[in-house]
């Protein structure tokens, strides 16, 4: 039996580099629309040229940006995002321009991402279109959307020869926001290439996230449903695997007590390829506590760079899950209790 490395034809990506090109473009465009008509303003009136400019500095905003997140999960999972960022604004028009570095705990590698996107800021057209539309309608109708390309960099450490893995691809979505809670939903598509031990892997996918999240008072709530398509080449194996997970977090903020998570999940995958199938499904639920504010108080700190705060948290999570590819196989449930502590930094 011999195995044959599907390398998708080139007209196949063709359409991703025209939106990488076009995005180039308006971005160095708008940058020479805002300084000619910046120098238009030499050859005015003092007084109107204040003017023009003043109305110059409305529309146009020219941005750099610095972040640092910390985020930990009930799972024992930890991740720093550094983020860098330039936004051009036109009116209701943004080019954004980012490299993410991200680092995961109890993973052996780490990631470098840089996005270019152009998003649509629809808030104003939906102030308007208050009083012309259905409330229906105008509550629905999004508060901006957006298009991005995306080159991610994963670096591994391991025994073996990994290179570095590459993946490029290209995403859309949109974002609604009430008072007092906020929903999106998105769309990606990726190819990936990379090298195991002289081996060349390659894999291609897509997938769509929905999410929706509200506050009330000291009330959170978060739910998220994520779908996963994915084809995998190597030059022994065809892999191809599909699943879908579903999370959903309602949390309780209290002055004086331990906050409260309450966190559950359950999902679906399949993986298929030459000889060898496998379909799981799981279920899962975590209490937990975070008792971060009694080891640490917050201090006003005038920098863009959010301090990576001490972080403890005590949880119980229970999981179960069930092998249908196994005739008769039945569910297998374990049950964790864990405490989290990070120092701060």
């Not at 009116?91 to 996107?117: H, M, P, V, W, Y």
């Not at 449903?225 to 190597?234: A, I, P």
């Not at 903020?253 to 199938?277: D, K």
């Not at 119980?316 to 449930?333: C, E, K, M, Q």
Request: aromatic residues 16%; hydrophobic residues 35%; proline residues 3%.
């Amino acid at each position: 039996m011999s195995y044959v490395l599907r390398i998708p034809p080139f007209h196949e990506f063709r359409w991703q580099l025209h939106i990488v090109v076009v995005i180039q473009f308006v971005f160095f465009a708008l940058l020479n629309v805002r300084a000619y008509a910046q120098s238009e303003t030499a050859s005015v009136p003092e007084a109107r040229a204040a003017s023009l400019q003043s109305k110059l500095q409305d529309s146009y905003d020219l941005q750099s940006e610095t972040q640092s997140q910390f985020t930990s999960r009930f799972d024992g999972t930890f991740k720093d995002i550094d983020k860098e960022s330039k936004k051009l604004r036109v009116g209701s028009l943004s080019i954004i321009t980012s490299f993410t570095n991200t680092k995961i705990s109890f993973r052996s590698s780490s990631e470098a991402q840089q996005d270019q996107t152009i998003a649509f800021d629809l808030a104003d057209f939906r102030a308007k279109s208050t009083n012309s539309l259905p409330s229906a309608i105008s509550a629905l109708s999004p508060s901006s959307i957006y298009v991005n390309t995306f080159v991610k960099d994963t670096q591994y450490q391991s025994f073996t020869e990994i290179s570095p893995a590459r993946t490029r691809g290209i995403g859309a979505g949109a974002s609604w926001w009430w008072n007092g809670s906020n929903a999106g939903v998105s769309y990606f598509n990726y190819s990936l290439n990379s090298n195991i031990d002289g081996q060349l892997y390659q894999s291609t996918g897509s997938g769509a996230t929905a999410n929706i999240s509200a506050f009330a008072g000291p009330i959170g709530f978060y739910a998220e449903v994520k779908y996963c398509y994915s084809e995998d080449f190597t030059a022994f194996s065809n892999v191809v695997s599909r699943g879908y997970d579903a999370y959903v977090s309602g949390s309780y903020n209290q002055r004086y007590l331990p906050n409260i998570v309450l966190e559950g999940g359950f999902g679906r995958h399949e993986y298929n390829s030459v000889g060898w199938t496998n379909d799981t499904t799981y279920w899962s639920a975590t209490l937990g506590f975070d008792v971060s504010k009694y080891i640490w108080r917050p201090v006003d700190v005038k920098s863009k760079l959010s301090p990576m705060l001490p972080t403890a948290k005590l949880f119980y999570r229970y999981l179960n899950y069930t092998d249908h590819s196994v005739a008769g196989a039945a569910p297998i449930g374990s049950q964790f209790v864990g405490l989290m502590f990070r120092t701060g930094l």
